[in-house]
């Protein structure tokens, strides 16, 4: 029986399902295979880039050539500098070495004597049995302490903004360990607690600030300001910070103490009047000899003692020749600060005494 025209046969219908699955399917092989082909180039693109940046590139050397020891050029940057020191605390420097840095000293760069090119930033290093004890204080005064000439006593300090030169109150991290030294409110004191956590958080700030914002006075300061003032974990962080703080307080002030001067106040960052006598000595120091040399010495120091400061005169029970209370320093630490013990153990190893260690270090030892 023939079908009426326009309608399509049975044979007509399965051609065109024939021929619309094979476009499908012929679209669905095109788009698979352009899609597996950039995912191809994808991945050999992305595997050549990284051959190529590495085989191009380096890892910074803020990151790999962490220094090993504090020479003049290191002196003269910022701890910041050296990315590697801001992933840890005290980061190992560097790799597959036992030493470690524990600190960064800041560089000083209002002291004439380091500045006008005369004197290193760390300028003791003839004797190495009692150079670092002595740089160490280098870190934290300005020369002028020990080696210039004053008839002031006890000597009339102060200290200087490293970062401007001008006179500034007591470091910011001794005024928090003062906080921390004392006696805390009692538990149930609440606005106490709370006053006590808005100082010490303020000070850390300022500390961090003044150190070059090193991670660990840092994270101190953070640590107190997420705690409750009345909770167990503020008691437990006002123990921890008492041990903390002291690791900082060798070239982390962000100050130094210096002879001060008579009108105006200030610091003494130099002998007064001496900047022709300096370039006169570095035009020549390389070929004077004997008395031109002393000479040439002796109108750079005009305030110059005869003989540097000892230990004893200001680490003593005695009359000590540093008012260590009036520049800031809490009592515990200036009572540390005056004790005998350290001094007469370095004075001893400079007068060329052998140094005996305890037993405990050398069990065989009498």
Not at 188 to 196: F, S
Not at 334 to 357: C, D, F, K, Q
Request: charged letters at 20%; aromatic letters at 6%.
């Amino acid at each position: 029986m023939n079908q009426p025209d326009g309608i399509p046969t049975i044979h007509s219908i399965s051609a065109s399902k024939r021929w619309y699955r094979r476009v499908r399917k012929t679209i669905s092989r095109i788009y698979a295979t352009l899609l597996m082909a950039l995912i191809l180039y994808l991945t050999l693109s992305a595997v050549w880039y990284l051959i190529s940046s590495l085989a191009r590139s380096s890892t910074p050397e803020q990151l790999t050539n962490i220094p090993v020891k504090m020479d003049r050029a290191l002196l003269d940057t910022e701890r910041a500098a050296w990315r590697g020191f801001e992933v840890s605390d005290n980061p190992r420097t560097p790799l597959a070495h036992y030493h470690r840095v524990d600190g960064w000293i800041q560089p000083d760069k209002f002291n004439g004597c380091t500045q006008s090119g005369c004197h290193a930033p760390l300028p003791h290093s003839k004797r190495k049995e009692v150079r670092a004890f002595l740089n160490m204080h280098a870190t934290s005064m300005h020369c002028g302490v020990c080696h210039m000439q004053t008839e002031k006593v006890p000597l009339d300090v102060l200290w200087y903004d490293l970062a401007n030169g001008q006179p500034q109150s007591s470091p910011a991290i001794l005024e928090a360990y003062g906080l921390l030294l004392g006696t805390p409110p009692k538990p149930d004191d609440e606005a106490a607690l709370k006053t006590l956590q808005e100082k010490l958080v303020r000070l850390l700030n300022r500390a961090s600030i003044g150190a070059g914002n090193p991670p660990a006075i840092q994270d101190l300061a953070d640590h107190f300001s997420a705690v409750r003032a009345t909770s167990e974990a503020f008691t437990k962080l006002l123990a921890s910070g008492r041990e903390a703080l002291p690791k900082h307080f060798r070239g982390e002030y962000g100050a130094k103490l210096a002879l001060a001067t008579a009108s105006p106040r200030g610091p003494m960052l130099m002998h007064p009047n001496t900047e022709q006598a300096v370039r006169a000595f570095l035009d020549r120091r390389d070929s004077a000899t004997g008395e031109s040399r002393k000479a040439l010495l002796d109108a750079v120091h005009p305030l110059k003692r005869p003989k540097a400061l000892h230990c004893s005169d200001c680490h003593t029970t005695g009359q000590s020749l540093i008012d260590f209370a009036k520049i800031g320093y809490p009592a515990a630490r200036t009572e540390a600060l005056r004790s005998p013990i350290i001094v007469r153990m370095i004075e001893s190893i400079n007068a060329g005494h052998e140094m005996h260690l305890p037993g405990f270090v050398k069990p065989n030892s009498p």
